[in-house]
T-cell receptor, first 110, second 112 residues
Framework: AQRVTQPEKLLSVFKGAPVELKCNYSYSGSPELFWYVQYSRQRLQLLLR??SRESIKGFTADLNKGETSFHLKKPFAQEEDSAMYYC????????????FGQGTTLQVKP | GAGVSQSPSNKVTEKGKDVELRCDPI?????LYWYRQSLGQGLEFLIY????????KSGLPSDRFSAERTGGSVSTLTIQRTQQEDSAVYLC??????????FGEGSRLTVL
């Protein structure tokens, strides 16, 4: 079965500290993975996707097929990073249907 | 429009009533999705429409839920005989050419 697990509901760090939001997936084929973010009072939006291999707002995520993980990292957290983060897996039917994790709330304290 | 539009933004209803939620996707986007967002449950896939193909209804939680998409554009999600466990934010998204999903602001449903 295809599944996305985000083990932390809440992650609280101080400004300037490193951040790692964990994501593990279960999928038998070649996965396509995404991170979506929802800032307070804003709509859910794409943050980054693994095939782009890019850094957005200082965040990066590396696909580790051996550990079936796609953790989101940032070396120095900023207060404006506070938001809800969802990891998502594209399903096998090539429909673009995304399977989302339960989400992690990142709280960056001043 | 500039983005995916959903209405109503908030809906409070009594248990047992029917509700309709509307989604107007980005013009030209042929794929449309409905998700349900609730505390502790993350984002739950409900249904997917692609052009004239039969919709993927595999995520609908019960036969009280249905959705249609008329003219390949606007979609309506209908919940019949609402229950308290239906309370959630219902999100609609349409898919762009790069595969990115563009979400609406959601319809918050509260069933009393």
């Amino acid at each position: 079965a295809q599944r996305v697990t985000q083990p932390e509901k809440l992650l609280s760090v101080f400004k300037g500290a490193p951040v790692e939001l964990k994501c593990n997936y279960s999928y038998s084929g070649s996965p396509e993975l995404f991170w979506y973010v929802q800032y307070s009072r804003q709509r859910l939006q794409l943050l980054l996707r693994h095939i782009s291999r890019e850094s957005i707002k200082g965040f990066t995520a590396d696909l580790n097929k051996g550990e079936t993980s796609f953790h989101l990292k940032k070396p120095f957290a900023q207060e404006e990073d506070s938001a809800m983060y969802y990891c998502a897996l594209a399903g096998s039917s090539n429909t673009g249907k995304l399977i989302f994790g339960q989400g992690t709330t990142l709280q960056v304290k001043p | 429009g500039a983005g995916v539009s959903q209405s109503p933004s908030n809906k409070v209803t009594e248990k047992g009533k029917d509700v309709e939620l509307r989604c107007d996707p980005i013009s030209g986007h042929t794929a449309l999705y409905w998700y349900r967002q609730s505390l502790g449950q993350g984002l739950e896939f409900l249904i997917y429409f692609q052009g004239n193909s039969a919709p993927d209804k595999s995520g609908l939680p019960s036969d009280r839920f249905s959705a249609e998409r008329t003219g390949g554009s606007v979609s309506t999600l209908t919940i019949q005989r609402t229950q308290q466990e239906d309370s959630a934010v219902y999100l609609c998204a349409s898919r762009g050419l790069t595969g990115e999903l563009f979400f609406g602001e959601g319809s918050r449903l509260t069933v009393l």
